[in-house]
């Protein structure tokens, strides 16, 4: 069954950055590209971009330039995002999920990151 | 950006009742619109794509519809499993953007 399994919850300081993981298996993991989606209480759902996960391309929305980065290990069926800068308002949920033409068929648990001096 | 909005942002449902959640696009999306329930702690799930099109294993009270800039979810008979958050995703043009949610309640 496909399974995108997401790395654990991250505290981190204003300033410094993360490395979150998203490890894929139960599929061809080069036949989707991979989302990235920050979730909080106060903006709802927001699309981060995605990253074709066999060319390594990737598409961000403007507002996460220089925010985040998406990078893939295609020998690990492993999916990156590296968010830097940290602010407060970078606390969020934040979800991979598999991209299945226009729509997202499957969600990573999520992770949550706190900044917080 | 094309921007999505939901309605209601709540509601609340007593079991076996049709359910309607409204979701309209500021300009034609062309029915590239799914929608996502998401419950307490969990991520959001697939119910529908292509707007009217069941995800797999999603039961079918659940339907979608619509064109153009409207579109709606309907749950024809609400169950207690069906509480939780509803999302709809445009699929359109990048950046996609979502719904702001409706929280659906058990009467």
């Known amino acids: 069954q496909v399974q995108l399994q997401q790395s654990g919850a991250e505290l981190a300081k204003p300033g410094s950055s993360v490395k979150i993981s998203c490890k894929a298996s139960g599929y061809t993991f080069t036949s989707y590209y991979i989302s990235w989606i920050k979730q909080t209480t106060g903006q709802g759902l927001e699309y981060i971009g995605y990253?074709?996960?066999?060319?390594?391309?990737?598409n961000y929305n403007e507002k996460f330039k220089g925010k985040a980065t998406l990078t893939v290990d295609k020998s690990s069926s492993t999916a990156f995002m590296q968010l830097s800068s940290l602010t407060p308002d970078d606390s969020a949920v934040y979800y991979c999920?598999?991209?299945?033409?226009?729509?997202?068929?499957?969600w990573g648990q999520g992770v949550m990151v706190t900044v917080s001096s | 950006d094309i921007q999505m909005t939901q309605s209601p942002a709540s509601l609340s449902a007593s079991l076996g009742e049709t359910v309607t959640i409204e979701c309209r696009a500021s300009?034609?999306?062309?029915?590239?619109l799914a929608w996502y329930q998401q419950k307490p702690g969990n991520s959001p799930q697939l119910l529908i794509y292509d707007a009217n099109s069941l995800a797999d294993g999603v039961p079918s009270r659940f339907s979608g519809s619509g064109s153009g800039t409207q579109y709606s979810l309907k749950i024809s008979s609400m169950q207690t499993e069906d509480e939780g958050v509803y999302f709809c995703?445009?699929?359109?043009?990048?950046?996609?953007?979502f719904g702001a949610g409706t929280k659906l309640e058990l009467k």
């Open positions: 300009e034609d999306i062309y029915s590239n």
């Open positions: 995703q445009q699929g359109l043009k990048y950046p996609y953007t």
């Open positions: 999920a598999r991209v299945n033409y226009d729509y997202f068929d499957y």
């Open positions: 990253i074709n996960t066999g060319s390594g391309g990737t």
